[in-house]
């Protein structure tokens, strides 16, 4: 694919206080950089770019495994767009975006509008009209007013032939306001597409209340159930969310029958509309005899983020009067949140018995019920 996006991550953001640089701060439950990177996961985009400081040691080794193109920053921001533009050299690039970090409501519709007026413009930027009256100040005080007429609010991401735009970074060693100067001094005239509201710049404090707000105003929150159920067989442990518990009896099963990640992984489904584990992995296939049921949630979570979903929270009950689930409870949320790919703090696993009714109660088997909450911006 011959366009690619760059996405400048190398700033510190002092201006947003926290301890962490604004890129790598929480927002509506996601770091900045991932809605961020996540809003120019399009077909249309063939390579994505992400500058990093080079002190980021720790973003260096997560990203480092993605399909991302990793470069250092630089000096400045001119500097940190150069070192992207050279990571594409040899790529077959023709047009590039080039977007702030710190911009995570950016709209898919504005990043397409931005690339197909790449169509019939060199260069291609989204604006807002400037509508408030501008003032000029100076010590807490008005000292005039300038005319508004003409002046837009430059937002990214801003648009390139590639070819075009790195010459003129060359040309332009000094650091700008934006690639939008750096182009326009090597002559090269930039078509305005109408810009949004919502695509406000993190800078200060506040304003990651506001972003919070966008985010999840436009989030499309899905929830699934599952329910699973195993009867006691003869072994020496059982498997549950993924925990080897010892036991005097183990579960029978076509894989590991493990009840709980059963349950997890047919919420995930049921969330996605997928149906269930049978329908992926059939019981009739013997290649899935006695198989680790971590395949399945695997599987089940790699297809929401196929299409765009991130698991928010998953809720387990399992229901049986043994073994005790109490002391494996910690061990059980923390593998789950391990092959999910998700912090511990977002997995519930707890037990319950029913009171010694029905085939729970006699000590026949074990059930099990799960809630998955599934987030696609």
């Not at 366009?3 to 701060?25: C, E, F, N, S, Y």
Request: charge should be negative; include cysteine.
């Amino acid at each position: 694919m011959s366009t690619a996006a760059i996405i400048v991550a190398a700033g510190r953001g002092t201006r947003a206080g926290g301890d962490l640089p604004k890129q790598w701060q929480m927002l509506a439950g996601r770091r900045v950089a991932d809605w961020t990177l996540e809003r120019f996961s399009i077909p249309q985009i063939g390579h994505v770019v992400l500058v990093l400081h080079p002190e980021d040691r720790e973003a260096w080794n997560e990203f480092a495994d993605k399909p991302l193109i990793l470069a250092p920053g630089g000096s400045d921001r001119a500097a940190s767009v150069r070192n992207g533009l050279a990571a594409l050299d040899g790529l077959g690039i023709t047009k590039v975006l080039i977007h702030d970090v710190a911009r995570p409501c950016v709209s898919r519709e504005l990043i397409m509008s931005v690339l197909n007026a790449l169509d019939t413009h060199r260069a291609a930027a989204p604006g807002l009209p400037v509508t408030d009256a501008l003032w000029s100040g100076s010590e807490g005080h008005v000292t005039g007013t300038r005319d508004r007429a003409g002046l837009f609010a430059a937002q990214t991401p801003q648009g390139f032939h590639y070819d075009d735009i790195r010459t003129a970074h060359a040309a332009h060693p000094d650091d700008a306001a934006d690639d939008v100067e750096v182009a326009r001094a090597a002559g090269i005239s930039v078509a305005i597409v109408p810009g949004e509201p919502d695509n406000l710049k993190i800078t200060r404090a506040g304003d990651f209340a506001r972003a919070e707000r966008i985010l999840r105003q436009d989030m499309d929150v899905r929830l699934g159930n599952g329910y699973d159920v195993h009867r006691f067989g003869p072994g020496d442990h059982v498997m549950l969310c993924g925990v080897r518990v010892p036991h005097d009896r183990g579960l029978q099963g076509h894989s590991d029958a493990d009840v709980g990640m059963h349950a997890v992984t047919d919420a995930l489904y049921g969330a996605l509309a997928e149906g269930d584990i049978g329908r992926h992995f059939p019981p009739s296939d013997p290649q899935w005899k006695g198989a680790a049921s971590e395949i399945f949630l695997r599987h089940a979570v790699d297809l929401a983020a196929r299409r765009g979903y991130t698991v928010s929270n998953i809720d387990c009950t399992l229901v049986c009067e043994y073994p005790k689930i109490g002391p494996h409870a910690l061990a059980m949320q923390q593998e789950m949140a391990r092959i999910m790919g998700i912090d511990a703090t977002r997995v519930s696993v707890k037990a319950t018995t029913s009171e010694r009714l029905g085939f729970t109660g006699r000590g026949e088997g074990i059930a099990a019920l799960a809630t998955a909450c599934l987030v696609r911006p």
